[in-house]
């Protein structure tokens, strides 16, 4: 946990350090003087150095930090050369330099990963990267880094040990893991989760229903609004309490449509949707709706070139949007399909029928952890395209994530923040990089939101001047700030509150 700490304390710094010089250095560029480059809150440690008029500090709480600028409060309005007395455009780059510095050193770490340490190949390792919280594998102890030797004494190669616990639901099993110099042995039966059309379904502790683990959000059940953590009540009308009920419900139904009874909080509903196979069984691999991915089996080489995260795109010219356009134009022989791999099209020659055999759901064994993938370096080129299109990615889904009802599950504040970053410290360096990265983005993103005290909120407060033609008073601009800070207090105690609960409720990943 003192590595844990320190890490936390350094990455946390190097994130204020470079979203702070952000500001810093365009503050300068616009001639505003510099009083305090501080490194943290609360009361100053010591100066390190005084340069130019500024004083570089550090202070007790490594939580944040900031640049104290010469005319910078609201009551410094006419002071000569401060901040408050810029013109607005300089005014407006001196604010968003802080979240733009962050997005660049985001995008630089991101771009260079390939080239460093290696993006994800498809497999996966023997090491765990995440326990997930309330499932068994956290119950039992499990935790991030723990590397799994053998299962049932059966030696684990390359991730092996996942077909193994998937076809074992139920089952107790004994795992030989190596956690640092020790090799511990576990015991425990994987529980039974249920896959189909888009979503997977747990046990719920309450005993009542199933839980909606995950919901992908191109399925139609997340179109109709069915989110993680809502819970399947029926089917059909037909009451589920176990996912061993569902598994024998879904083992005969052949039905075009199926209906469920949601419970999404204290509500009720009921939700229709056309009942579309989980996968298709086609080119010696197995082809995932409704995006239309190929995962290949790790001890078979798939047919024409196929690999594992490999996008349909088109069956010879015809482009593939949904199950009906693949069941019309995967009949007969077929010349080529063109599919997204690495943000690039390839076209892979068939010549061949395709034969797709649809499956409607899968039931696994799962003790709810996430194995790290195996890596491979790539280009500098490479790297640079496959780091942008996880940029891209994440702003999709942490805006995703801030715009539905998942927000309260998938925000975490300070102590979310360290328990991701023990689970980096014990997975390796790689994950720290990582971690780093996406926090900074989040920075970046978080700190544009138009809420008054942020960077976002001081944007926003000069684009209405722009529009009205004329600045705010000291006491209109008093007024912005005091909603700014309420705002933030009540975000602050709600994620806290949360973060507290999870903690209390093992709800933090491990």
Not at 246 to 251: M, N, S, T, V
Not at 269 to 276: A, H, S
């Amino acid at each position: 946990m003192i590595l844990t700490i320190i890490t936390f304390i350094i990455m946390l710094s190097v994130l204020v350090v470079v979203h702070e010089y952000g500001h810093f250095i365009v503050a300068r560029l616009c001639g505003v003087e510099i009083k305090e480059f501080a490194i943290g809150f609360g009361p100053k440690l010591f100066t390190w150095l005084r340069k130019n008029g500024t004083d570089f500090t550090v202070r007790a709480f490594p939580l944040g930090g900031f640049v104290s600028m010469k005319g910078e409060s609201i009551e410094e309005m006419d002071v000569e050369g401060g901040f408050q007395s810029m013109p607005p455009w300089k005014r407006f780059l001196v604010v968003f330099a802080g979240p733009f510095f962050s997005f660049l050193f985001a995008v630089l770490i991101f771009i260079s990963i390939g080239w460093t340490f290696g993006f994800p190949t498809g497999d996966t390792s023997n090491k765990i990267q995440m326990v997930f919280p309330q499932t068994k594998a956290s119950a039992i102890g499990l935790r991030a880094g723990d590397e799994i030797i053998s299962i049932n004494g059966i030696k684990s190669v390359k991730g092996s040990y996942v077909d193994i616990i998937h076809d074992s639901a139920g089952e107790e099993m004994t795992l030989l893991i190596k956690r640092g110099n020790k090799e511990l042995t576990f015991k425990a039966a994987p529980d039974l989760m249920v896959r189909f059309l888009g979503v997977n379904t747990k046990e719920n502790p309450a005993g009542i229903g199933v839980l909606f683990d995950s919901v992908d959000r191109e399925s139609d059940l997340y179109k109709q609004g069915v989110v993680s953590g809502d819970i399947l009540i029926s089917v059909n009308g037909v009451d589920i309490d176990s996912t061993n009920e569902l598994k024998d419900y879904l083992e005969n139904y052949k039905e075009e449509e199926i209906s469920f009874v949601v419970q999404s909080g204290k509500k009720l509903r009921t939700v229709n949707v056309p009942y579309l196979p989980f996968y298709y069984e086609t080119c010696g691999a197995k082809l995932y709706l409704p995006e239309f991915i190929f995962v290949t089996d790790i001890d078979k080489e798939a047919k024409y070139g196929i690999k594992t995260g490999d996008e349909l795109l088109k069956i010879d010219d015809n482009k593939i949007t949904d199950n009906d356009s693949f069941l019309k134009f995967s009949q007969g022989q077929v010349s080529s399909v063109t599919v997204k791999r690495d943000e690039e099209e390839k076209v892979l020659n068939i010549n061949d029928y395709l034969s797709p055999n649809p499956v409607y759901y899968i039931a696994v064994g799962a003790f709810g952890f996430f194995p790290a993938p195996m890596l491979e370096k790539t280009g500098f080129w490479d790297s640079i395209k496959i780091g942008c299109g996880y940029i891209g990615r994440i702003i999709v889904e942490l805006f995703r994530v801030l715009t539905s009802r998942e927000i309260k599950d998938n925000v975490g504040g300070p102590i979310a923040i360290v328990s991701a970053t023990n689970s980096a410290v014990n997975t390796g360096f790689f994950s720290i990089v990582l971690l780093t990265a996406g926090l900074s983005l989040s920075l970046a993103i978080l700190n544009l939101l138009p809420i008054p005290v942020l960077d976002g909120g001081h944007i926003f407060v000069l684009f209405l001047e722009f529009v009205r033609r004329k600045r705010f008073t000291k006491e209109e601009l008093g007024v912005i700030q005091a909603i700014g800070l309420l705002i933030i207090i009540f975000i602050f105690v709600a994620v806290m509150y949360s973060d507290i609960s999870k903690l209390f409720t093992d709800g933090l990943p491990k």
